[in-house]
């Protein structure tokens, strides 16, 4: 008799693998954010958010009104290097909810909380929904002037 082989076996990766696979992702996910630079620009507001080699954002240096109140940076999208994924941090989720209807339900399965998205494994498809969002959402900020 055949033995019954599982396709769904699940490969155990060491804490090293692991660390490199995320690192991997934090900076793939970097380079898919940092196409929008310019216009957007890498964080200068010390008091917001610092810049080092496990966070990485950009915003809108554009003087705004948002719900009455007047802003002097718009936060667009970072990534933060975490202990057991990268976070994707993507504000257009956040100001403009109606875009989660262009988002691939793939990609919201990552959604945690309002506007941060949980990435533990890298995918060809995850790119591809990435990119989307990215595009969308520049497209939102740019239609509100915001950029």
């Given at each position: 008799?055949?033995?019954?082989?599982?396709?769904?076996?699940k490969v155990k990766l060491s804490s090293t693998q692991k660390?490199?696979?995320?690192?991997?992702?934090?900076?793939?996910?970097?380079?898919?954010?940092?196409k929008y630079s310019p216009p957007l620009t890498e964080t200068s507001l010390e008091s917001v958010s610092r810049v080092n080699k496990d966070q990485y954002g950009?915003?809108?240096?554009?003087?705004?009104?948002?719900?009455?109140?007047?802003?002097?940076?718009v936060y667009f999208a970072g990534i933060i290097r975490q202990k057991g994924y990268v976070g994707f941090y993507f504000m257009p989720v956040y100001t403009h909810t109606k875009i989660k209807k262009v988002f691939h339900p793939d990609l919201l399965k990552l959604l945690k909380g309002k506007s941060c998205f949980y990435i533990k494994v890298w995918t060809p498809a995850l790119e591809k929904h990435i990119k989307e969002a990215l595009q969308a959402g520049f497209m939102e900020y740019r239609k509100n002037k915001w950029i």
């Open positions: 008799m055949k033995p019954k082989m599982h396709s769904k076996t660390e490199e696979e995320l690192d991997q992702i934090f900076l793939k996910v970097k380079k898919l954010i940092k950009l915003w809108s240096q554009k003087e705004v009104v948002i719900a009455g109140r007047v802003r002097f940076a």
